[in-house]
Nanobody, 124 residues
Framework: QVQLVESGGGLVQAGDSLRLICTTS????????MGWFRQAPGEDREFVAA????????ELTDSVKGRFAISRDNAKNTVYLQVNSLKPEDTAVYYC?????????????????WGQGTQVTVSP
């Protein structure tokens, strides 16, 4: 049984930082691309970042480049999203996702496994 559990969200002020953590179990982690997505109220779930199984390929959506960074620790079956210089428009539930393939993907439909999400709220 595959499980993904996110943590690290919270209520912060604009300009603050957070480190989102996704711990996994039951997933062939080192051969699975991992992604972070977010969903604001009334909006579709959108791609934020992805990292390939070995960590050599990383992608970020344009709106977070220079502020967010994705990384992974294959020894710990864990993926991270460092979020810096937060803005109110970053407010959303952030979801961790695991793919059944090695390379990075931006589409929601490319990911087979999902966590329950962690709320990030950024006040002005």
């Amino acid at each position: 049984q595959v499980q993904l559990v996110e943590s690290g969200g919270g209520l912060v002020q604009a300009g603050d930082s957070l480190r989102l953590i996704c711990t996994t179990s039951g997933l062939p982690f080192s051969t699975s691309a991992m992604g972070w997505f977010r969903q604001a109220p009334g909006e579709d779930r959108e791609f934020v970042a992805a990292i390939s199984g070995g960590g050599g390929n990383r992608e970020l959506t344009d709106s977070v480049k220079g502020r967010f960074a994705i990384s992974r620790d294959n020894a710990k079956n864990t993926v991270y999203l460092q979020v810096n210089s937060l803005k109110p428009e970053d407010t959303a539930v952030y979801y961790c996702a695991g793919a059944r393939a090695y390379f990075t993907y931006r589409r929601v439909s490319s990911y087979a496994y999902w966590g329950q999400g962690t709320q990030v709220t950024v006040s002005p």
